[in-house]
T-cell receptor, first 113, second 114 residues
Framework: GESVGLHLPTLSVQEGDNSIINCAYSNSASDYFIWYKQESGKGPQFIIDIRSNMDKRQGQRVTVLLNKTVKHLSLQIAATQPGDSAVYFCADRSPGSARQLTFGSGTQLTVLP | DGGITQSPKYLFRKEGQNVTLSCEQNLNHDAMYWYRQDPGQGLRLIYYSQIVNDFQKGDIAEGYSVSREKKESFPLTVTSAQKNPTAFYLC?????????????FGQGTRLTVV
């Protein structure tokens, strides 16, 4: 079946550096994508979303890039801070789906001092 | 403050017992969802509901049951038929009127079988 997955399970970056978290999705019909951040023992928090008619969207210190040709999504975090340490999930939704978002397994981001 | 509340935060269940996890939202969202998360894993859909008095099975519904008698509430019962219930359970809600809206999550319930 269709699934959303992540390339790397863990990522360590130095404080102040930029982070790039990647995600591959397999459903070419997916038209909406979201990045969530989950801190240990807590529920996921919305970071940023992007629709399939866009290839880039920026938020505060975060940028999401969408490459529909290769079905790839990335989250860029500028000037990574210790508070950014968490698991990051990408999720996608297929058009016409009354269901929900399909989540990948997540990437653990660790910010090193 | 508007939000989605799950209770309890921690729950212990004996073998053969049914337990019910609470999920309440005051966001006036139509759609509500239950997910299961195992260590190092993503979120897997158990059940979802788009409207009061209606709900649908997700990918791993066996051993679980839900009800949606009120818009604000979507309790999940983990029955004795669920053979491996120890997990982190997340409830979410979403405004279903818009085409593209994110889901808001509760803080989760960690269920442990003892």
């Amino acid at each position: 079946g269709e699934s959303v997955g992540l390339h790397l399970p863990t990522l360590s970056v130095q404080e102040g550096d930029n982070s790039i978290i990647n995600c591959a999705y397999s459903n070419s019909a997916s038209d909406y994508f979201i990045w969530y951040k989950q801190e240990s023992g807590k529920g996921p928090q919305f970071i940023i979303d992007i629709r399939s008619n866009m290839d880039k969207r920026q938020g505060q210190r975060v940028t999401v890039l969408l490459n529909k040709t290769v079905k790839h999504l990335s989250l860029q975090i500028a000037a990574t801070q210790p508070g950014d340490s968490a698991v990051y999930f990408c999720a996608d939704r297929s058009p016409g789906s009354a269901r929900q978002l399909t989540f990948g397994s997540g990437t653990q981001l660790t910010v090193l001092p | 403050d508007g939000g989605i509340t799950q209770s309890p935060k921690y729950l212990f269940r004996k073998e053969g017992q049914n337990v019910t996890l609470s999920c309440e939202q005051n966001l006036n969202h139509d759609a509500m969802y239950w997910y299961r998360q195992d260590p190092g894993q993503g979120l897997r859909l158990i059940y979802y509901s788009q409207i009061v008095n209606d709900f649908q099975k997700g990918d791993i519904a066996e051993g679980y049951s839900v009800s949606r008698e009120k818009k604000e509430s979507f309790p999940l019962t983990v029955t004795s038929a669920q053979k491996n219930p120890t997990a982190f359970y997340l409830c979410a809600s979403r405004y279903a009127g818009g085409l593209d809206t994110e889901a808001f999550f509760g803080q989760g319930t960690r269920l442990t079988v003892v």
